[in-house]
């Protein structure tokens, strides 16, 4: 399989955004909200804060994916709460 063009990447991260600024306008999951407020009152920007949680959604997908497997809320709402520091293999 070809490597993704970058049409298809900033398709990626735009809806990967997308989902995020719904979780946060949707409060669902809780964890996506605080983790907007609790970023921005320590003083990153808003696209900042969108790109970090973004990688964490890109990441569980990804190993949801790959393990053929549910999507593990529980999981991601722990990684939500745990940035700036993101999941291991993402830093």
């Known amino acids: 399989m070809s490597e993704p063009d970058d049409g298809e990447e900033a398709f990626a991260e735009a809806t990967l955004t997308q989902a995020i600024e719904n979780q946060i306008e949707a409060d669902d999951p809780p964890a996506a909200r605080a983790t907007f407020n609790k970023l921005t009152l320590v003083g990153y920007e808003r696209e900042e804060i969108l790109q970090l949680m973004a990688l964490?959604?890109?990441h569980e997908i990804d190993a949801m994916?790959?393990?053929d497997r549910p999507f593990d809320t529980a999981w991601?709402?722990?990684a939500l709460r745990a940035l700036p520091e993101l999941p291991e293999d993402q830093a």
Request: aromatic content about 12%.
């Open 65 to 67: 994916l790959r393990a």
């Open 76 to 78: 991601y709402e722990q």
């Open 56 to 58: 964490v959604l890109a």
